[in-house]
């Protein structure tokens, strides 16, 4: 090999460098290319996410992030991440602004950007590695190009799953999955769950992406690869489109309602205490009312997370009021409230009221939240994050501790106990709180959560996207009840039973499933997350030692 095609720094718009033993091994974009490139895929992710809500996009996105990174120098790498996770998270996170200001935004902003710079550093050791050790062997191109495309889907599904569990319980937020959920391919998430759906769509743009680098005859000919490739993929999307949902045992039906206060339950709404309590007590003597009125009843009547306010268990009157409302209803009602332990921390809780107060069943009537949101529910470091923030440490005052009950409520009715899973807001976004809950005997699943927060924002469409995705993946109803919305009861195939206006008082009544079993998606997705994530670490491994090989 010549030292003039060794020092090329360019062919038909390709980097390419070489290797001793044969043909040029690694093709890629220019820097000026792969920067804009990845800025603009990432604010392609965005608008794939709602409240653009335009999830094909999810395609392009992931095709030029992925193309920026592909067998990159790691500088050029760190700089594509940079690029693509600040147009993607601080977009995506603009709800955090909204009474918080900037700071929090654009601290959560760049811990995740810093996320996808590392991604972009490691995806651009792999491929790159991964290509210079298949030409030192002559492995054939496609399977040089098969083990690049692996490793980088694998890659992906680890850094959303590290970002997912770390620091503070991390934030699973923004993965590729979630774009799915009200698309035809969202049933699949029911056989792959959140992290096999995400590396099947990354997967298939990393195999464009692959087959196009692969081809070292110039552009016209990697545009030729990739369009075939593109044909492939699309070929079989279509056909997974069809994929039904996984279908499970239904073990009967149940009433329910949903009561939807319209309170001022923001951090800086202008509120008395017990407003936030009295909005819902008013919403369901209205829904008791109608329902009397039409000769209807409910199975049970679930309010949204902190509609009780402080201390149900140990406030009388509010226990008296509402189990005088049970005993009307012939219902039990799930009241959301803050608990305080004798420690001096406090639990986010759900709780089934009845018409003699706190009910008791096998499967327990309390759960509390298993997973505190850091830097609002409790301040991890506080002394700390004092020291750079005092006036925004200041404003979370209360400590709330992890919840060590299981996530399940038993409710009585319909002559039995009925077990329904619980997620209290930010639950919801967890793998682990979906198994759990199923793992439990979960029947269907209610979501409890108070979005006042973040006003008419994307936040609670984003979360309503997952919460959709979640009765998908665990085959079971879901009841997403908020103070002020995105309020939805959604069928196990996704579908909306019965919905309400933001920002306005009402309940949704409606018959949903029950059902028992386990998808696949829920009996295997943690094996299948954990072997995607170990392709993504040995690509890794494969990739820099690859790298350290002699050219």
Known sequence: MSAEKAGAAMSDGLATSTTLSG?????????????????????????????????????????????????????????????????????????????????????????????????????????????????????????????????????????????????????????????????????LVSWLGFAGLSAAAVLAMACIVAAAAATRAGLRAALRGGAAAALVVAVAGVGLAFVPPAELDRTGELRVAAVQGNSKSGIFDNREAGDVYADHVLATERLLDELEASGDGVDVIVWPENSAEFAITDNPLRGRE?????????????????????????????????????????????????????????????????????????????????GQFAPVHGVPALGREVVAGVAICFDIIFDDQAKRMVDEGAEVIFAPTNNADFGRTDESVQQLQIARLRAIETGRAVVNISTVGTSRIIAPDGTNVDALEPFTSGAMVATVPLVSGTTPAVAAGALGSTLWMLAGAAGIVVGAVGLRLRR
């Open 322 to 402: 509402v189990a005088l409302l049970s005993q009307r209803a012939d219902a039990p009602i799930i009241v959301g409230s803050i608990l305080a332990n004798d420690d001096g921390t406090y639990t986010n809780s759900s709780v089934v009221w009845g018409p003699d107060g706190q009910a008791e069943s096998a499967a327990g009537t309390r759960y509390d939240k298993r997973f505190p949101v850091p830097f609002a529910e409790y301040m991890p470091n506080r002394d700390f994050f004092h020291a750079l923030a005092p006036e925004l440490v200041d404003l979370v005052q209360l400590e709330y501790a992890h």
């Open 23 to 187: 043909p040029p091994a690694v093709a890629r974009l220019p820097w000026w290319i792969a920067l804009p490139a990845a800025g603009l895929g990432g604010w392609l992710f965005d608008l794939a996410n709602p409240g653009a809500a335009i999830w094909p996009l999810v395609f392009p996105a992931l095709l030029l992030i992925l193309a920026s990174w592909w067998q990159q120098r790691i500088g050029v790498a760190a700089l594509a991440g940079l690029a693509a996770g600040a147009a993607f998270w601080f977009s995506h996170l603009s709800w955090l602004t909204l009474y918080l200001g900037p700071v929090p935004w654009l601290a959560l902003g760049s811990v995740m950007t810093a996320w996808f710079v590392l991604q972009g550093m490691v995806t651009a050791v792999a491929t790159r590695g991964i290509a210079r050790m298949g030409a030192r062997r002559r492995l054939p191109g496609a399977a040089i190009a098969a083990a690049q495309a692996v490793a980088a889907s694998g890659i992906w599904v680890l850094r959303e799953g590290v970002q997912g569990s770390w620091p503070y319980d991390g934030f699973a937020w923004g993965r590729v999955a979630h774009v799915f959920a009200e698309s035809p391919l969202g049933a």
